[in-house]
């Protein structure tokens, strides 16, 4: 397979120049690019936004004691009681084999 890049070559290339000079005219080359550009510039950031600087309130703040971060044991009234022995689930019972999707068909 040949690559597409070597069968573009000079001629080529200065043939479809004077063709985008002649569709949009010499004064608004300069100006199709820079808004070629801006666009480019405006897609790469939304690709990788920058990351936002750090706060003064953010980086003074002083870190949770460790008294904050202990929790509370559990009442009794939030514990749950086991399961009784009724409401286990029955062992399960010999696999049946699958059934055919479509009825055999006389040949």
């Given at each position: 397979m040949?690559?597409?890049v070597s069968m573009i070559d000079a001629p080529i290339m200065i043939a479809i120049?004077?063709?985008v000079?002649?569709?949009f005219g010499a004064d608004r080359l300069p100006k199709l690019a820079r808004a070629m550009g801006q666009a480019k510039k405006e897609f790469d950031?939304?690709?990788h936004p920058?990351?936002?600087p750090p706060d003064a309130k953010t980086a003074a703040a002083p870190a949770p004691s460790a008294a904050a971060n202990q929790v509370a044991p559990p009442s009794a009234?939030?514990?749950v009681a086991p399961p009784s022995?009724?409401?286990q689930v029955a062992p399960p019972?010999?696999?049946t084999p699958p059934s055919a999707p479509y009825p055999p068909q006389a040949q």
């Open positions: 040949i690559p597409v120049g004077a063709v000079v002649l569709l950031g939304s690709l920058p990351s936002p009234a939030s514990q022995a009724a409401s019972s010999e696999p």
